[in-house]
């Protein structure tokens, strides 16, 4: 979808901020650009949309060389969102989304009706916001109408330059997520810059880690934290990575699916056998749908005559983590909670599997002697 071939840019004082880049990104992948401050990110995503030339080499968008795409074509096949967010003050946020399709020249009631599905997408009611004027928005809806600005004659192509780096970090998360529901839905082929390493994690398909103008290391998240090529890139993902790779990991992937349980009705017999029989300190206990209603831990099912005075009933939000969130969800978890074994729930809090503090424990281990495997 864009291939960088051979890229150099030479800026008129000699400096060469990208040394001969090569990389093509996918259609409908998130590709992340990070690297140190001044390593020719900027550079590297401008020259895509021509707003700086290219020294030598080409890049291709959609297999053309893009020195060959009339500028507006261009325009219209690459959104461009960026950190300062850029939205004109004097212009409502109808009139700053609206900015492209005018430019196109598209029917007033097709830019209408194109911008409130626009700013729905991004979590804005149209009704609301559109007559309002930026200043009289909050930070992150300001980056949010920035987004659907940059989304405005739905190009296939997206260019986010540090596009939350001036966000909160709590607004910030909000809009990653956000983001990537989105893009569940439209499937951009997206370049998305960040220096934020965790920010790269969370929102790249793959990741291209630049230094000086050239690259480093591109691969997927899961492999450049198992695998750092480099020293370079092993301080650069940061001493946890361990933990971060955690991230990564979905619950229901390395769950016990066959947890521990004993039913609500049953009988104080049954919870002592389970528990005996799989060297356990504690068993789970679910009602009739099978949807989690406490645990009854040794000591009490030994000592109570019925399973309803020696179990700990309590609500399922309150000691379970949901199969979809992730194992480093599951870890802080435990450790707030200091359980060795914690339940895994569906969005109907059934008990579906467990998760043990050994089990995160032998992952971790087992990623550190995979990623010790690495060249200096
Ligand atoms: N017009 C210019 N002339 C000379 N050097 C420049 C010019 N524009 C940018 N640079 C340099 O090119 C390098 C890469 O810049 P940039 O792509 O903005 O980095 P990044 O986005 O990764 O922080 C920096 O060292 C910057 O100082
Ligand atoms: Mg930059």
Known sequence: MITFENVVKQYPNGFRAVDGLSLEVAPGEICVFIGPSGCGKTTTMRMVNRLISVSSGRILVEGRDNRDIPAEELRRKIGYAIQQIGLFPHMTIYENVAVVPHLLGWEESRIRSQVDRLLELVGLDPDEQRDKYPRQLSGGQQQRVGVARALGADPPIMLMDEPFGAIDPITREVLQDEFLQIQKEISKTIIFVTHDIDEAIKMGDRIAILREGRIVQFDTPDTILA???????????????????????????????????????????????????????????????????????????????????????VPYSDIAVRQNATVRDALSAMVTRSFRITPVVDSKGKLVGSISLRSLQELVERDDSEASEVSP
């Open 227 to 313: 695998h750092p090529k480099n020293n370079f890139v092993r301080d650069f993902v940061g001493a946890d990575r361990a933990l971060k790779r955690l991230g990564l990991v979905r619950i229901n992937e390395v769950m016990d699916t066959d947890p521990p349980m004993v039913a609500y009705e049953a009988k104080i017999e049954e919870a002592r056998n389970i528990i005996q029989k799989r060297k356990l300190r504690s068993a789970f206990v679910v009602d009739r749908d099978g949807r989690l209603r406490g645990w009854v831990d040794k000591e009490a099912a030994e000592r109570e005559t019925s399973l309803t005075e020696a179990m700990a009933e």
